[in-house]
Every structure is written in structure tokens, then in C-alpha cells.
């Protein structure tokens, strides 16, 4: 395989987790009965810039269909994170009535309605029709289509130069992430600036965050591989941040490489040497990572195994794609977890792809009174145990798997 960026060689292999199906591939009651199409799943790193990236196995479009089911709007602590966004950029540069802000991949459009209570003129982007659909009932302008230089093209011709761009937890699902890029570069006015969030690669291995790769993904990213594609693609990188969300994300901030006059940040050398420090330019970083995935698996099927020997009751909770990625890299089937409950609507009554666990709403844990919930987003565990509160003064107590199992 070559490398979706700089088009080198790549052999290096981060982990080898099997074969699953897409991870937001619900099953309706009519899909249960026929066959679920699974495909490898492999992550390799091209040594020569640095980018973790899936083998390429279906087109993009088979995982953002129009039944996509991931619904931003339904994770508060994902709600609070966009407002506290859109009210940190709109001070830092200056956003007006006269300003105009694009998300690229607006979801169900939970960060784009805070920009448009300000008066924020704003356009959101956004392929898959379900989500999109959620965000116009919101009262947003939305395009539906993938982001590229095309599109960014035509937006331009139009008139519509952004200001701010914001692409949270979106450049890794790309698989032309040289022409998603250039894009970005096309679509900014001269002065403008361009934001992207995406989980750290820095932290996915230090505490093996395996469930956090799956097909949706095609790459995993380090500001060192983003850097270097920023620049091949008329970008520059000038600010960037650590966040807590996804369980530890960079937001990066970048401008025209032909037009942009605002000067490097610190933070920007910073995070570099300290990926440096951390051996992501070398092989060391990424071997190991494979045995400790597999101990991570060991671990939590003892634990299932376990607590079906006692005669436990085991449910789980948030029908999360990273959660898929676990179950189906475990073997974890519905005699182990009987059920696993999330809000969102389009998911409940459906079940999860490969492990084929029914989807519940809240309430039917209530009734169920299980033993054991596994949180399956574990990075937002905080948020899901105040939600379950009388489940646990009732006695459930609450698991994780990742980054080690943690029953409290």
C-alpha cells in the first residue's frame, strides 16, 4: 500500500484488529436477516511523513450513507465544547455580522447554532441526509455534499470566502486528505482562519485507545503529519491546543500559506518536540501497540466471562462507533451484554453492527436493574454516570475497558 499523502511505501503496522463492519452500520429489523459485509481492519504508519492510516477497503460513501446515525446533539459535554468554541473564536478574531463562518461536516448542526445566535452569518457542509436534514429543521443553511476543492470552488465563485472555517473530529475521516485540505485553502478569504479538531495520535498511544480506530477513519494524526500535509496543500500551521475531548484532541489553527500574516504561536514548536521526545518520528513509538490491544481484549472478556459465571447482568451504555470497534475486536456477542441503551432516536429499536446488541432507550436499564453498565465512550464517562445516577444508588456499578479495565 502507498501512502494517502505523500504517496511513499508503507509497511510499518500500528495493530492488526481483525475484520469488523462499519461501526455506524445499525441494523434494522429487515437488515437482520441478511449478511453484514465486514472488512479488515489495519492501521499502518508511512515512515517517511508520519500519518497512521487505514488500508483503503470500501468507498466513503458506503460509511456516510444517508441513514448515518451519529447525532453530535445528543452529548451535552459535546454541546457545552461548541459553544465554549464558537464564543472563544468569535472574541479571538473579531467574528461580526459582516464575517462568515463554514463548518465542514455540520453534523446535525450543534456547533453552527451557537455562531448563528450571535448573528454570525454561517453555512454548514455536511454529506450524510439525516444528520443534515436535523441540522436545517434547526433553521441552517446546510450543503449537502463531501468537502473538497470542488465544492470550495463553487463556493467561491458564489461569493462566499470564509472567515472561519471549523472541521472538528473531521479531518481524519477523509480518504483524499490532500484535496479535503487544499480546499480549506481555496475557501478562505485572505485574512481568514482555519480550525481542526481530531483526536491525538500522541494519546491514542499512550493509552491504547485502539477502540478509537474503525473504518470511519482513515487516518490517525499527529501535528507532525499535519503539518508537513497543511503545507504540501497551501496551508500553515500558525496556533495549537490540547484539548480533553475524545480522550485528548488537538485543535489546530491554520492559515493561508499565501496570504496569512499572523506569526507561529510557541505552542505550535512546543507540541512538536514534545512529539519528538515521544518518538513519533521512529518505529519504537508505534511497536507494542498490537500486545497491548490484546491485553486491553483479555482483560475485559475475563470480566464479561466473569460476571456471567456469577449470574451478573451486564448492559452497556452509548451506541458509539469507538464502542463497536471494542465489542467486535472482542467476540462480545448478546449472551454476554444483554443490551446497551443510548438517547438518540435513530439508534434505539436497531442493533450494533457485527455484535448485533440491541439498542434500548434509557429507560429499559432502569427496569433491566443490571448489575454491571460497560460505558462504552468512555471519554464520557463523567457525563454518563451523572445521567445514571439512580441506577447506581440502586447498586449497578459502572465499567470501562479502556485505556485498563476500571469497575467503580
Known sequence: MRCRHCS?????????????????????????????????LRVLVCESCWLAQTEDMADASLYFDAEYAYFSGYSRTWLDHSQAYVAAMADRFGLTTSSLVVEVAANDGSLLQYVRDRGIPCLGIEPT???????????LEIVEDFFGTALATRLVAAGRHADLTAANNVLAHVPDINDFTAGFATLLAP????????????????????????????????????????????????????????????????????????????????MLALEEEAGLRSRAAYEGFQRRAER?????????????????????????????????????????????ADRNPAKQGKRLPGSRIPIVDERHLESLRPDYVVILPWNIRAEVEAQLADLRRQGTRFVTAIPRLKVA
Open 8 to 40: 511513499a511505501p508503507v509497511a510499518l503496522e500500528l495493530v492488526d484488529l481483525g475484520t469488523a463492519p462499519p461501526s455506524n452500520a445499525y441494523l434494522s429489523a429487515e437488515r437482520l436477516h441478511a449478511p453484514e459485509t465486514w472488512f479488515p
Open 129 to 139: 441526509a439525516s444528520t443534515a436534514a436535523a441540522a436545517r429543521a434547526k433553521g
Open 191 to 270: 485574512a481568514g482562519v482555519a480550525t481542526f479538531e481530531f483526536p491525538h495520535l500522541l494519546r491514542l498511544l499512550a493509552d491504547t485507545q485502539f477502540d478509537t480506530i474503525y473504518h470511519e477513519h482513515f487516518s490517525y494524526l499527529s501535528l507532525t503529519a499535519v503539518t508537513r500535509i497543511f503545507a504540501a496543500n497551501g496551508l500553515a500551521v500558525f496556533d495549537v491546543e490540547e484539548l480533553a475531548t475524545h480522550g485528548g484532541s488537538l485543535r489546530v489553527f491554520a492559515q493561508r500559506t499565501d496570504t496569512g500574516s499572523r506569526p507561529i504561536h510557541i505552542n505550535v514548536p512546543r
Open 296 to 340: 486491553v481484549k483479555h482483560e475485559f472478556l475475563e470480566f464479561l466471562l466473569e460476571a456471567r459465571r456469577s449470574g451478573k447482568t451486564v448492559a452497556a451504555y452509548g451506541a458509539a462507533a469507538k464502542g463497536n470497534t471494542l465489542l467486535n475486536f472482542a467476540g462480545v456477542r448478546p449472551e454476554l451484554i444483554a443490551c446497551v
